[in-house]
């Protein structure tokens, strides 16, 4: 609980100061100004005095009981001072300070002794290197926090481990009189954790919305946990730093390749029904309209515009990103084109023009919202100096106030007109400068309905052998090996996954026994760790006829490639299929992630390949079928027939449960896979396996 952290009974600031440029100063000044509503007690053995409160020489010396300290003091003073804390009985201690594992192994240690000092006498850390925390109840109204945005009353709550992007997020809401809820800035995450803090935020009745930024994950396993319980209730926005392949680690596998250090969080972003957002802005602006709309409870838009063009570029960015535009039944169309000007259209986009009335722009909107077919209502306004801006603005304002869809509205104007924009936010009504803002908004918008309409599915139980499975992989634990392909094979054979019949070979006269078991044609194939391309390498020959055949290019092969590790295995040859991959790369702290796209040579060329995390119910593995752009490869184009869908599908989901059930399997590739049609099911043909050391 969280409570005396966010909600304290009193409060001590160490390290308060006279001195109006220090933490301790600015904290004491900002719990004043926002009228905090308990006792204040600054801590400075000098004073006696501070901003007209007394202060005193240490906490212990404080007459009352006290929840929640700042502390912004020398760092390596820092864990005596918990241990005083302790002793007083505070609850919570928010470490401004910097020059913990930040700074290095010196920062670490003692960041570790303040750690093992406050769970010895029962003080949580919130921090070190951290601004503090805000809440905007009235009952409370706690800004315990060195920053500088003024705090008033909103239903937007933002955790950010960035306290410089924090407090970006908030100069938005700040400017359109939005304010905030609940404010977290948690830096070195040394006790209290992100996670918690996130629980927290999800459980307050107050927040209709959580801005959440992010870096790093120190228990990501516990943030799927913690955020897909909380999406079913209210939407988690989320701005993840670091998404550049520079932060990517070398593997040897397709699957490890194609991976960055952003792909984890978008699979756990993807589970946890948590919006994803590449920057502030745009995260901001959807924030703005989860602050005080439903969400949809489809993705049908209807557009008015009182011009063409700005209405075209609403309806452009909405169908680009998946709204579709929302087909107006007769009646509705019938009852606009008999209140609306001659000249208006009445289809969607509906076109009131220029010179309409307040009473046209709120019968439209009104009507639109009882259409049955629409979803959401976006209205683009260019003000005009010939019409009755102040009414329509009211009109706007007065139709917003009973709908129960969401709505946004886009204003564009000059300075002149602002006061119009905000007569309509007072309606919490969202409003923008652009229609490609208002469009986005919804968008976002329409997303979440989606997350909060689906149903959470399990992953489905499966008929497998995973006795067998285990005796394979056990002779191979702990040594950070890449497995022979035959063993691979049976391993997915054990799984349900098919596979071409594959036998390994040594020398020359293992041969004939092979060809015996796999029948003419086939295909030989050099096995080794190091080649990761067998094709480049000239690694796989195809289309052997006979034993002859076989024989030269075995002895081809042997002289091209020699070593300890290398193999050969010899594999009926399958008719050729549409190629895709799939794979699968173990997480530390999580599940496995499970890789798809389009394969063969493809995969690194064109990079078209998803992520998720395992294990997968069957409708995430449709899920991501339909995410790759290669998409018509595989559902059918240009006369080639669709491939079996369904049974792809399945293949996913098994192989996800094979990651799942078995950790020891560091990074999987299975490329190609043969995808045929209905009737015919998906065959892996080349599959690489690596166990952890």
């Known amino acids: 609980m969280l409570d005396a952290l966010f909600k304290p009974k009193a409060v001590a600031i160490i390290g308060a100061s006279k001195n109006p440029l220090s933490i301790g100063h600015i904290v004491t000044q900002n719990l004043l100004d926002h009228g905090y509503k308990g006792p204040i007690y600054p801590i400075n053995p000098k004073e006696t005095e501070i901003q007209g409160l007394n202060a005193y020489p240490s906490i212990l010396d404080v007459p009352g009981e006290v929840d929640l300290v700042n502390i912004s003091i020398k760092n390596t003073i820092v864990p005596k001072i918990i241990e005083q804390c302790g002793e007083k009985g505070v609850k919570f201690a928010i470490v401004h300070t910097a020059g913990f594992k930040e700074i290095g192994e010196e920062g670490l240690a003692l960041e570790r002794e303040m750690v093992k000092v406050g769970r010895e ?68 995450e040394c006790d209290v954790s992100m996670n918690e803090i996130l629980e927290h935020f999800g459980n307050d009745d107050g927040a209709n919305v959580i801005m959440l930024q992010v870096e790093t ?12 319980r909380i999406t079913r209730r209210k939407p988690i926005l989320a701005l993840k730093a670091g998404r550049t392949k520079e932060g990517a680690v070398a593997v040897s596998s ?27 802005d745009e995260m901001t602006k959807a924030a703005i309209a989860f602050a005080s709309q439903p969400p949809p409870s489809g993705s049908k838009v209807a557009i008015v515009t009182n011009t063409g063009g700005p209405g075209i570029l609403a309806l452009d960015e909405a169908i680009l990103g998946g709204l579709e535009l929302a087909e107006l039944t007769e009646a509705t169309q019938n009852q606009l084109r008999e209140n609306l000007l001659p000249m208006a259209s009445v289809k969607n986009p509906v076109d009131v023009i220029a010179t309409a009335t307040p009473e046209h722009y709120g019968f439209t909107v009104e009507t639109l919202f009882k259409d049955p077919g629409v979803d959401m209502v976006l209205v683009n306004f260019i003000t005009a100096p010939f019409v009755d801006l102040e009414g329509i603005a009211r009109r706007l304002k007065e139709a917003a106030e009973v709908a129960n869809k969401p709505a946004v509205v886009v204003v564009m104007t000059i300075e002149k007109w602002y006061g119009l924009m905000q007569a309509i936010r007072d309606s919490g009504t969202p409003v923008y400068d652009f229609p490609e803002d208002g469009a986005k908004a919804l968008l976002a918008m329409a997303r979440y309905g989606r997350v909060r309409a689906g149903k959470v599915e399990p992953a489905p139980e499966l008929d497998v052998d995973g006795n067998r499975v285990a005796s394979i992989l056990g002779r191979y634990e702990g040594k950070d ?88 295995v ?55 079928l339909h995410s790759i752009k290669g998409l018509p490869v595989l ?59």
């Open 121 to 188: 006498h029962g003080v949580r850390i919130y921090g070190p290197n951290s601004q503090g925390v805000q809440n905007s109840d009235p009952a409370v109204s706690l800004y315990a926090n060195f920053t500088f945005v003024p705090m008033t009353p909103g239903t937007v709550s933002i955790l950010a481990q960035s306290g410089g992007v924090g407090e970006v997020l908030k100069i938005p809401l700040h400017k359109l009189g939005m304010g905030l809820r609940m404010y977290a800035s948690f830096g070195n």
């Open 217 to 228: 994950f120190k228990d990501p396993q516990g943030f799927l946990e913690v955020a897909s």
């Open 254 to 280: 397709h699957t490890g390749s194609l991976m960055d250090q952003d792909t984890m969080a978008d699979a756990m972003f993807e589970k946890a029904g948590v919006l994803r957002f590449d920057n502030q």
């Open 481 to 568: 090996t890449f497995l022979p392909q035959a063993a691979v094979f049976e391993i997915l054979e054990s799984y349900g996954i098919h596979s071409s019949r594959t036998v390994a070979v040594k020398e020359a006269p293992d041969l004939a026994a092979a060809a015996a078991e796999t029948g003419f044609p086939c295909v030989l194939k050099v096995d080794a760790a190091s080649v990761v391309h067998k094709s480049d390498a000239g690694g796989v020959v195809l289309n052997l006829e006979d034993g002859a055949a076989l024989e030269e290019a075995f002895g081809g092969m042997c002289e091209q490639f020699g070593g300890e590790d290398v193999g050969f």
């Open 570 to 624: 010899v594999q009926a040859q399958k008719p050729e299929g549409r190629e895709v991959i799939l794979g699968t790369k173990a997480q530390e702290g999580l599940r496995p992630l499970i890789m798809f796209g389009l394969g063969g040579i493809f995969v690194e060329a064109m990079k078209d390949v998803v992520f998720r995390l395992s294990p997968l119910s069957a409708n995430e593995a449709v899920a991501m």
């Open 635 to 693: 559902t059918g184009t240009r006369g080639m027939p669709a491939v079996d869908m369904d049974g792809l599908a399945g293949v996913l989901v098994r192989l996800s449960r094979l990651a799942a059930d078995f950790p020891v399997i560091e990074e999987m590739d299975l490329n190609p896979v043969f995808v045929y049609p209905q009737g015919t099911p998906p065959v892996a043909v080349d599959a690489r396996l690596r166990v952890k050391g």
